[in-house]
């Protein structure tokens, strides 16, 4: 992270999303031409300082919870195994959404891969947008390598509202490559929303 930093500093390359602490992750970066939540490790998250303690260097991420979502039919047998488990406690229990062995699973027509995003980390990633939208307005974001093999543009069920959400904010387009496929391209209050431009990696090139 510092040595990245530093080179990118160096050769005068404007970049965001990271930073000595969250709150120079989260801040928007500027330079005067005509106009980032990315796949994170936990520990990749930028934090702020706390007393005594420093702050982190690191991201300013998109925190996801991931679900798995199953036919009723499977939830219901995954419900009657986490019953027989011990320290099962029937307060609290929800009728759609079982936590088993810390996974949650969710009911739903087909199985398949859940992603919601953290309400406090989209507030304060729209909130930045706003900030800087006077001078800037690309968001870029890898999606959850769960769901990265699929060709449907906005595959992960949070990334077409949060994408959306972004535009509204004043977003001139919204960039995703991490999947390294071609995805569909929206169109959502006149800006571009590009659901994945990248080729895979073993694409013929010539």
Do not use: W
């Not at 062995?101 to 199985?111: L, M």
């Not at 595959?155 to 959306?164: C, I, L, N, P, V």
């Amino acid at each position: 992270m510092h040595g990245t930093s530093r080179a990118l500093d160096e050769n005068g390359i404007i970049h965001a999303g990271a930073g000595e602490s969250l709150a120079q992750a989260d801040a928007a970066r500027f330079m005067e031409t005509a106009r980032g939540a990315a796949t994170f490790a936990p520990m990749a998250r930028a934090c702020n300082p706390a007393g005594e303690a420093p702050g982190r260097p690191g991201l300013n991420a998109l925190r996801l919870t991931k679900s798995i979502v199953v036919p009723r039919e499977m939830l219901e047998s995954l419900r009657r195994i986490h019953k027989v488990l011990p320290g099962y406690n029937p307060a609290g229990q929800e009728p759609n959404r079982v936590v088993l062995g810390g996974v949650i699973y969710k009911a739903g027509d087909k199985a398949d891969y859940s992603f919601e995003a953290n309400a406090r980390d989209v507030a304060n990633i729209l909130r930045n947008v706003r900030r800087g939208k006077q001078f800037s307005g690309l968001l870029h974001c890898h999606e959850p390598r769960a769901r990265a093999r699929r060709m449907e543009p906005g595959t992960a069920d949070y990334e077409q509202s949060f994408a959306r959400r972004l535009i509204y904010a004043g977003a001139d387009a919204y960039v995703e490559h991490g999947p390294h496929l071609l995805r569909g391209i929206e169109i959502y209050k006149r800006r571009p929303i590009f659901y994945s431009l990248s080729v895979p990696p073993d694409a013929d090139r010539r």
